[in-house]
């Protein structure tokens, strides 16, 4: 996970040999497969997320940290912050990168990537504490994140549920 921001950004065959490495690991991890499950089964079951969702929420957590702490100021400077009508909540509703990106090189760079993942998450998401932020990030990816039940739940409330899906990988 390592340093993922900087490399996830590399062309389309360093990314498919990372992700057959990445693969190889969940095997590995999971041990002897008698049942013949598929690489996508075992990480399911493990609760492991794909290489794609692991990029996005490594890339969510590093520009979550950047918006709401400003550092580091060379990466902060580029994004326009536009919060809602509520001014005292933590969440900032959308963001904007002041750069156009001219080359799909810098459409796939980490700022670009993690704006348009930020702007696709449910507002619900960002309105946890920091200690639950990455459990719920984590189970947003895995696809096991109820969007309306947790903003009931928040709010103390009930009501019907249904499930927030994470952006496909």
Not at 13 to 27: G, H, I, P, S
Not at 53 to 77: A, S
Request: charged letters at 30%; aromatic letters at 10%; a positive charge.
């Amino acid at each position: 996970v390592y340093g993922i921001n900087c490399y996830a950004g590399a062309g389309v065959v360093y990314m498919e040999k990372v992700r057959v490495a990445y693969d190889r690991c969940v095997r590995m991890t999971y041990g002897r497969n008698p049942e013949g499950k598929s690489t996508e089964q075992m990480r399911d079951e493990l609760e492991i997320l794909s290489l794609g969702n692991l990029v996005k929420m490594q890339d969510v957590l590093v520009f979550g940290k950047i918006i709401h702490t400003g550092r580091p100021e060379n990466l902060k400077r580029y994004i326009n912050t536009n919060r809602g009508r509520d001014t005292r909540s933590n969440s900032t509703r959308s963001v904007q990168i002041t750069t156009i990106p001219r080359t799909e090189k810098l459409r796939s760079s980490f700022l670009f990537r993690a704006s348009r993942t930020w702007n696709s998450l449910p507002e619900t998401l960002r309105d946890f504490s920091k200690s639950q932020y990455k459990e719920k990030l984590k189970l947003y990816f895995l696809g096991r994140f109820d969007v309306d039940a947790e903003r009931f739940d928040a709010a103390g409330r009930s009501g019907p549920t249904a499930a927030g899906s994470p952006p496909s990988s």
